[in-house]
């Protein structure tokens, strides 16, 4: 028997929101049993709330986006991964803007806010929900693959393949929640140049800069442009170093990208409103092939 489990007290964080630029603040509140994840829109009028429920997703173009009662979170993905990651069933969060704070690009900060406030042990039994059968879902427009079969445990494993001469093909693997803090939660989100160029120009990463994304370079850019992008971000130059990355980052793992991507997956599991136990295996996951793979599996369990 398993205890569900919420926050010992409340705790904030603070920073902009990587799409809209909202300077915003998060606060993690403790919340009774059979509570589940849900935010709370303080900054708007009655302060409705948004159940972090699959059903509730509306947008995955850039991230994933739930709403509810005409009431939007942008980009809740890293959050659900944290508080999965540090085993909360139950909490409350306020948020006085749009968009969670992006941090540094991955779920590390918040990892470490939530272990520093601590956990406590609710009387109430945790549900699960037990897959019986393998189930698979397939996007052959995209060539992503996501199968979840039965097991004791919940664990992932993920194969990504950009295709490209910058990023290999990468795996990652997590077989236990006890090396998420570690080795899944520092890993940070990533584009390609084109991609960011491209965003850049649409005013579609407005909170955006070099501290909170790994940026890959696969062809040789001119230094006019790398200058036009020093710009853009309010900085004085951008250089492209080893492994085809711009400016001073450096990867944490050599298979960082495709432990993001676990993270990321987490995250959008996590709108599965309990816990799961079963094997993923993913292939090219990404936010919406995700969102539909937790439609399907609710649907085969109902």
Do not use: W
């Not at 236990?176 to 160029?197: G, K, M, W, Y």
């Amino acid at each position: 028997m398993v205890k569900q489990r919420t926050i010992k007290s409340e705790v904030s964080i603070s920073g902009v929101g990587l799409h809209t630029g909202q300077n915003g603040v998060l606060t993690f509140r403790p919340a009774e049993v059979n509570h589940g994840i849900k935010f709370r829109r303080i900054d708007v009028e009655g302060q409705p709330l948004i159940d972090a429920r699959v059903e509730n997703v509306v947008d995955t173009s850039r991230g994933t986006t739930i709403e509810q009662n005409g009431v939007k979170v942008y980009t809740v993905e890293h959050i659900l991964a944290s508080l999965k990651g540090s085993d909360i069933d139950n909490v409350l969060i306020d948020i006085n803007c749009e968009e969670p704070p992006i941090l540094d690009g991955s779920a590390k900060i918040m990892m470490e806010k939530l272990r520093n406030v601590g956990s406590v042990e609710q009387n109430a039994e945790r549900e699960f929900y037990v897959v019986k059968k393998k189930i698979v879902y397939y996007h052959p427009k995209v060539g992503c693959e996501l199968t979840i079969e039965p097991a004791e445990k919940f664990t992932i494993d993920v194969k990504v393949d950009y295709k490209s001469q910058v990023l290999n093909v990468q795996e990652a693997h997590l077989e236990s929640f006890d090396d998420f803090e570690e080795e899944i939660a520092p890993c940070r989100t990533f584009v390609f140049f084109q991609e960011l160029e491209m965003l850049l120009q649409h005013n579609l990463i407005k909170g955006g800069d070099l501290s909170n994304a790994i940026v890959f370079i696969e062809k040789y850019v001119p230094e006019e442009e790398l200058r036009h992008v020093a710009k853009l971000f309010n900085i004085d130059s951008v250089g492209v170093y080893d492994g085809g990355i711009l400016n001073n980052t450096s990867l944490y793992f050599e298979n960082e990208p495709a432990r993001h991507k676990l993270l990321d997956l987490v995250g959008d599991m996590t709108l599965l409103g309990k816990p799961i136990l079963g094997k993923v295996t993913a292939y090219k996951p990404g936010h919406f092939a995700n969102t539909e793979f937790v439609k399907l599996i609710l649907k085969n369990l109902k």
